[in-house]
């Protein structure tokens, strides 16, 4: 027993490193690409003339740097079944491509990017990509696929927690699937605008969901979170104050699901606002903005999402990252805590 832990934590790092290591090989490629074709970031919300003059001077960054946060762990489990099939030995080893613990988060990397890169490249091509009510339809319909696969092909009508589990039954699991999945997407993309910001609360939150996925013993699961924060890892090398790229929404909404998917499999969904307390902020910021707006015809925030507001008032952007970063890993740290005593207690 000790030793398979043993080897299956050697595997799930070995997976991170390598995803690390293939994601700095590819960035010279993205940045080749981004720079011949000009696709860049491009300020230009009008309803929030604060946010586009503090976004004003990273105008002309390369964005779409998304693309080498999800597709070094597809590649990397394509290209081990692949070799695992021809070669085995080490290559059977390091396969993590599992029909009960990766296929769907696999699939929702891949979804979200791709996604997530054609909404991008609309925005290069007319400046304001899909409209908010095509995105969030695109954004539901995904949802659903999802929704559909956990209740039909998982047997999904239940909220896990570890130790316990909740009956909704379909239609409550359905709808609670629905508004989690939205949530976490829709704040993540949200949270998204300030550099290093999406990417260090992401790494806190993958980190997290795949010790739960170690200590469930889904070992498969563990290494796909891994490379998924190989990848990140990598992504903030560069993204970091001051950001040479930023990911665009092919990067927060595939990343966005994979939180989603792997909150469900290591039945921690329901510690989310734990895990993710600054999408929780960001998010709240804006709904807070819009009621005030529309009830009290007057505004709470000079602009929101609130790492706006903090920006306009005079933090620096480096500080505001840092701090929402340490605020992130204390509720990351509450949820393991949590997550421990309902498992071991």
Known sequence: MVNEVFLN????????ILSFLLSLFLVPFYLKIALRFN?????????????????????????MAGVIIWLPPLILALLILLLKNIFGNVFDFLNFVSRRETYLSLA??????IFGLIDD??????????????TFLIYLTIGLFFAWWFIAKLNFSFIDLPQQRIYLGVLLFLLYFLFVFLAVVLSGDITDGVDGLFGGLSFSIILTLTIFAFLNQDYNLASFGATLLGSLLAYLWFNFYPAKFFDGNTGSFSVGIAIVLMSFFTQS???????APIFVLEAGS?????????????????????????????????????????????????AGIIYLLLKFI
């Open 286 to 334: 804006v709904i807070l903005q819009i009621f005030s707006k529309k009830i009290l015809k007057r505004k709470i925030f000079l602009s929101t999402p609130i790492h706006h507001h903090l920006r306009a008032i005079g933090w620096h952007e480096a500080n505001i990252t840092f701090r929402f970063w340490i605020i992130n890993i204390i509720g990351c740290l509450l």
């Open 121 to 134: 490249l609309l925005r290069q091509f007319n400046l304001t990509g899909l409209r908010r009510r095509d």
């Open 108 to 113: 929702g990397l891949f979804l979200g990017g």
């Open 39 to 63: 696709l860049t970031d491009k300020p230009h919300r009008q309803d929030a003339p604060i946010a586009t003059e503090t976004l004003k001077e990273k105008a002309g960054t390369p964005t």
């Open 9 to 16: 934590l050697i595997k799930i790092v070995s997976l991170g």
């Open 269 to 275: 969904s329901l510690l989310l606002p734990l895990l």
